[in-house]
């Protein structure tokens, strides 16, 4: 046997398991329209705002009358007492998948989807954006880039607003019109250029973060037909010479945060079962090259698409989610420390 004093000796060497995630406390913040998804949340001016989609149901139906997607903007002083701030629409187009971002010069930024129905089919998309300087006055959303392009989020770095564009097929890619995936980016979010394109089959919604040291990191979901994994890329300045791994999971509405100790966390739809089925939403352990569902959010069926935000020494989490019977917007609370 050996000696007690080594035994404690080896277990202070030994690895500590890494602390799991607590869930302080989750609350539903709206539920006015018959759908409310596809948010995100950011802190502005000292307060908090989430946005998000509003609709009839999950994809805009026949009625654009009734049924045009529109863009919900709330504000809060302290995540509990929440207000609408705006609503912004466009006649015959379906806004969605609305992100938030604060431009260099100060300004609360919306990048947001336009997609066109005639008759409830889909004849064509191209993204908006839209500014304001308090987060109740707007402007009106503008278009960006190609039509056919989805410029899925915003994010600043040294003066450039980056994004990752896909362009092409809209759902399983067709012959002939394959879908691709490009990095562009922007000064004013307004003008935007390509740097290259990223070899990503499949490649759809995508969030870029940066490191400290100006290292570009992006998890991108996976369209129908390209195995439905998500993507972990990582490169370095330039950005043109990428290293992917490939998750063995799907991820939908994709996000994730990187702390101020370097750890990354991260988020999306998640299915127990195999063949897409029993979604819900999670919170993963990520690095560049795994991402880990460690925590799963009240959640169920039409579900995800959370927004991150590193606040008095906690993580915040928006999403939406079914579970309760009414497609609505919720906010977690939770603790990564022990």
């Known amino acids: 046997m050996l000696p007690l004093r080594l035994l404690l000796g080896l277990s202070l060497l030994a690895p500590l ?14 539920a006015e329209a018959p759908h409310s998804a596809f948010g995100d949340l950011i802190r502005f001016n000292g307060r908090w705002f989430a946005t998000f989609r509003e609709g009839i149901r999950h994809v805009t139906g026949g009625d654009l009358k009734k049924d045009d997607g529109k863009i919900r903007l709330l ?34 930024m919306l990048t947001m989807g336009g997609s066109v129905y005639v008759d409830a089919q889909y004849q064509g998309r191209q993204p908006r954006v839209a500014f304001s300087k308090d987060g109740k006055t707007w402007t009106p959303p503008r278009r960006v880039l ?27 890619p067709e012959p002939g019109n394959p879908r691709r995936v490009d990095l562009v980016r922007s000064r004013d979010g307004i003008t935007w250029e390509k740097v290259c394109e990223l070899a990503v089959p499949g490649g759809d919604e995508a969030t870029i973060r940066f490191r400290p ?39 939908g509405g994709p996000n994730f945060i990187i702390l101020p100790d370097g750890s990354l966390w991260g988020g999306g739809r998640h299915f127990r079962q195999p063949g897409l089925k029993d979604p819900v939403t999670v919170l993963a352990r990520m690095t560049a090259q795994t991402y880990e569902p460690v925590l799963t959010l009240p959640s169920g069926k039409d579900s995800s698409y959370p927004g991150f935000v590193w606040h008095d020494g906690l993580l915040w989490m928006s999403y939406y989610s079914s579970h309760e019977g009414k497609t609505a917007i919720y906010l977690a609370r939770i603790a990564l420390q022990p």
């Open 17 to 30: 398991a890494p602390a799991a995630p607590r869930l302080l406390s989750v609350e539903r913040i709206w």
């Open 75 to 108: 504000s809060s002083p302290d995540g509990q007492r929440w207000r609408s701030e705006a609503l912004l629409e466009e006649s015959g187009i379906d806004l969605r998948d609305p992100h938030l971002s604060i431009t260099p010069q100060g300004l609360l």
């Open 146 to 172: 190609r039509p056919g392009d989805w410029l899925w989020r915003t994010t600043w770095h040294d003066g450039w607003g980056w994004g990752i564009a896909k362009y092409g097929a809209y759902g399983k």
């Open 213 to 251: 040291d100006g290292s570009m990191v992006v998890l991108m979901r996976r369209g129908i037909g390209e195995g439905d994994t998500a993507m972990l890329g990582e490169a370095r300045p330039p950005y043109r010479d990428w290293v992917w791994t490939d998750t063995k999971l799907f991820v």
